[in-house]
């Protein structure tokens, strides 16, 4: 079994804002973290590798140093599962659909920017968004989502932050 760490959004350095320790362990934990874009600033990437191996897309907040070493598209291949990801997964109406058909043979399309998470199923392909682990907005809490992965199965997990 492989454990995935999905986040997006983190929107840091802010103010005082920071990851939750119950976010960082969850991190450290993860075989693999995957990141759906607003991370915000470079530093802020090089703290998520030291927690481990980590993939990444840019976001529409990110700086341009980032921008100029994420995609803004990425398909990664982990315990058997392909997952495509991207930031921002354009309007509501439609958008399961149109992201499985944006990653053809994807197991799940991972995105952010909407600070809403969400876990559904679309024709076999899970649409994964992790919300926000620092900015809840309009949802009801920080959070991210685990993955498990076995044999190319995925099994997603809400995880809830204070």
């Known amino acids: 079994m492989t454990l995935v760490a999905l986040i997006?959004?983190?929107h840091l350095p802010r103010g005082s804002r920071a990851?939750?320790?119950q976010c960082i362990e969850v991190l450290a934990q993860a075989d693999l973290i995957l990141h759906a874009g607003d991370v915000t600033a470079a530093p802020v990437l090089e703290l998520l590798r030291e927690l481990g191996p980590l993939q990444a897309v840019y976001g529409n907040m990110d700086d341009d140093a980032l921008r100029a070493t994420l995609p803004v598209e990425l398909i990664v291949e982990v315990g058997g599962a392909r997952i495509g990801m991207?930031?921002?997964?354009?309007?509501?109406?439609?958008?399961?659909?149109?992201l499985a058909a944006?990653?053809?043979?994807?197991?799940?399309?991972?995105?952010?920017?909407?600070?809403q998470p969400e876990a559904t199923q679309h024709d076999g392909v899970w649409i994964l968004n992790p919300g926000s682990p620092t900015e809840r907005r309009?949802?009801?809490?920080r959070s991210l989502l685990t993955l498990e992965i076995s044999g190319g199965t995925i099994t997603p997990q809400l995880v809830m932050l204070p």
Do not use: I, S
């Not at 991207?86 to 149109?98: D, M, Q, T, Y």
């Not at 944006?102 to 600070?115: E, I, L, Q, R, S």
């Open 8 to 10: 997006a959004d983190t």
């Open 19 to 21: 990851l939750a320790p």
């Open 86 to 98: 991207l930031h921002v997964p354009g309007p509501a109406a439609g958008r399961a659909a149109r």
């Open 102 to 115: 944006k990653f053809p043979g994807c197991d799940a399309v991972v995105y952010g920017h909407t600070h």
């Open 138 to 141: 309009r949802a009801p809490n």
